[in-house]
């Protein structure tokens, strides 16, 4: 299976930036969805954005307008640009990939992925 790595975590106060990267082990790798998702002391882990193939993005509400998602499918990477980052974005934050569930209405179901990196912390402090 095509291992994934998160980079880019780190600590910074509210209103600040982070840009987090994903690499696939394989530069050929060619998911059709790509994901991250986050997970908080006590909280289920949950979808953040996605973005398939042909670029097409989906974020969850409490991101909308602070977060960016984007692909660059020559190298299999995969970005999530943050900003005004807000204390309640304190969480481990993950790299997902699949081949179906970016376009689902259920796409922010962390279990339906398939292929997970290892996380990386961002924290935010006030």
């Known amino acids: 299976q095509v291992r994934l790595e998160e980079s880019g975590g780190g600590s910074v106060q509210a209103g600040g930036s982070l840009r987090l990267s994903c690499v696939a082990s394989?530069?050929?790798?060619?998911?059709?969805?790509m994901g991250w998702f986050r997970q908080a002391p006590g909280k289920e882990r949950e979808g953040v954005a996605t973005i398939d193939s042909v670029g097409r993005t989906k974020y969850v509400d409490s991101v909308k307008g602070r977060f960016t998602i984007s692909r660059d499918n020559t190298k299999a990477t995969l970005s999530l640009q943050m900003d005004s980052l807000k204390p309640e974005d304190t969480a481990m934050y993950y790299c997902?990939?699949?081949?179906?569930?970016?376009?689902?209405?259920?796409?922010?179901?962390?279990?339906?992925?398939?292929?997970w990196g290892q996380g990386t912390q961002v924290t935010v402090s006030t």
């Open positions: 394989m530069y050929t790798y060619r998911p059709y969805c």
């Open positions: 997902a990939t699949d081949n179906y569930w970016c376009n689902s209405v259920s796409w922010s179901t962390s279990r339906n992925w398939g292929n």
